[in-house]
Each structure stands twice: as structure tokens, then as C-alpha cells.
């Protein structure tokens, strides 16, 4: 028995020694495959193989209350933006959120949160007075402004801007305001006419001038004032009745889809009698 297992291990030794390369490979074949199967272990249990969790619904959610409900999940999360204020949304509330809600994740999985900012935005006013007022509107709104109005009142000229009101009270250029305040532009509307005898007549001229050609200037002037006023009140006129006939046009338009809802009831009751 002894005699045999020498002769094995001699053999065995004896095999070694004629191929040891192939020995060597197939010692570094088993180590990589073990190897692989510690890594794929490891693998499984950092990554939570086969382990998901439903993403819980936080949107709409103060801050805090997102955060706690997140954390009693065991899932991780980021404020991914803050930076950006929603008018519709309270301050610090969950706008959305990524993954989406009741998706399925792995616990390893980061929640990114997109929050709304504390509070609005504060930006200086630029000069605007004298400005056309559309291109007062425009430039608000390219900065950021949300609520802009544009309105008229009686003046010499026309579309220019002559005060600026932010949520009703004057404001002057470089005052510092919310962009969702109500900002108020006021342009005039070019229906007042100057006219004065110093631009008919000039003053320096006066002295060279006969008393008949300055009566003449004068009743000019005057009977210009009284055309000019007179356009203005016709214009005002034209506009009340434009509007009288616009709240006609719906009262009529009211009125026929009463009638018309009233006959159709009629046709109705009339079908039911025949039935």
C-alpha cells in the first residue's frame, strides 16, 4: 500500500513537473472564479439586488415633512433646486420630485427634491419714465416681472411712460421689488391739445406786432382750443357708444340662446306628448 501512493505522488509530481504552466493556469483559472463569486456577493449586498422600495408621494409637501417621510423610508435624497419661486406653491414646499412617485427603486437610489425658493426675487427697477410704455411692459417682463398692466391717462403725448406704481404706491427708478409684485405702467394718451398764445405768437415779437393782427392770433388760437376740445369730446362719445353697442351685442347674443334654449324645451316637451 505504501509502494502505491509513492507511486502516485511520483507520478502526480512527475506530471508537475513536465507541465507546469498548465498547473499554473488552472491554479488561476479557480482563483479568478472565486473571486468572481466574492465580487458578485458584495455586488448583491451593496446594491440591494432584488431589494425595492416604492417612492413615497412628498410633493406638495412642506420641506420638513418631505424630508421625515423620506427618512423613515430609508431612502436618500437632494435639494436638487431651491433657487426658483412658483407664485402657485407656498414657500419651501416639494414642487417635484425624481424618481416619480409610487415608482419602484432600490434603497441606494437618491430622491433629488426641487423645492420652492423661500421668497420672490427682489430686482431694482430701471428708469422707464419718457419710455414708450410697450417697451416698458417688454422689459419688465424680460427681467422677470410677472404681473405688468399698462394704462392711460389724459396727456399731451402720446405712449409715453409717466409714472410707474408698484402695488399701487409711486415708485422711483432703483427701488428694489418683487418680481410677482403688481407693477401698474401709466402712459399718456396724446388727447390733450397745448396750444397757448405763445406758440401762435412769440413773446419777442409782441412789441412789433399791431393790436388787429393779435386779435386775429388770438381768436385763431381760440377757435383751434374749441375744435381741438370738441375732437376730443367726439372721440369720447364714439367710444361710449362703441361700448353701449359691445354690451348690446352680448345682451342679444344672451337673449338668443335663451330663445333658442326655450325652443328646443318646447320640442322636447312636444316629443314626449307624442310618445
Avoid: C
Wanted: aromatic content about 4%; hydrophobic content about 35%; overall charge negative.
Amino acid at each position: 500500500m505504501s509502494k502505491n501512493n509513492n507511486n502516485n505522488k511520483s507520478g502526480f509530481d512527475s506530471f508537475r513537473d513536465r507541465h507546469p504552466i498548465l498547473i499554473h493556469s488552472a491554479l488561476i483559472v479557480a482563483a479568478l472564479i472565486a473571486l468572481g463569486y466574492i465580487a458578485l456577493l458584495f455586488i448583491d449586498v451593496f446594491t440591494s439586488h432584488g431589494q425595492q422600495v416604492q417612492v413615497p408621494d412628498v410633493r406638495n409637501m412642506p420641506l420638513e415633512k418631505a424630508i421625515e417621510i423620506l427618512d423613515d423610508a430609508g431612502l436618500r435624497w437632494e435639494i436638487s433646486d431651491s433657487s426658483t419661486f412658483h407664485e402657485n406653491y407656498k414657500p419651501g414646499t416639494v414642487i417635484d420630485q425624481d424618481p416619480k412617485a409610487k415608482s419602484y427603486i432600490k434603497k441606494i437610489r437618491i430622491i433629488y427634491l426641487n423645492v420652492n425658493a423661500m421668497h420672490a426675487p427682489i430686482i431694482p427697477l430701471p428708469k422707464l419714465i419718457d419710455l414708450p410704455g410697450r417697451q416698458g411692459v417688454a422689459m419688465l417682463k424680460a427681467m422677470g416681472f410677472k404681473h405688468v398692466d399698462l394704462d392711460s391717462v389724459p396727456s399731451e403725448m402720446g405712449g409715453l411712460i409717466l409714472q410707474v406704481t408698484v402695488d399701487g404706491h409711486n415708485v422711483t427708478p432703483n427701488t428694489a421689488v418683487s418680481v410677482n409684485s403688481q407693477i401698474k405702467i401709466i402712459v399718456g394718451d396724446g388727447s390733450i391739445v397745448d396750444l397757448n398764445p405763445e406758440q401762435v405768437i412769440d413773446p419777442e415779437l409782441m412789441d412789433s406786432i399791431d393790436e388787429a393782427n393779435y386779435k386775429d392770433a388770438q381768436d385763431t388760437y381760440e377757435q383751434e382750443l374749441k375744435e381741438a376740445q370738441a375732437r376730443a369730446e367726439q372721440e369720447r362719445k364714439n367710444q361710449a357708444a362703441q361700448e353701449n353697442r359691445d354690451t348690446n351685442k352680448d345682451k342679444d347674443k344672451k337673449s338668443d340662446k335663451d330663445k333658442k334654449k326655450e325652443q328646443d324645451k318646447k320640442s322636447s316637451d312636444k316629443d314626449k306628448k307624442k310618445n
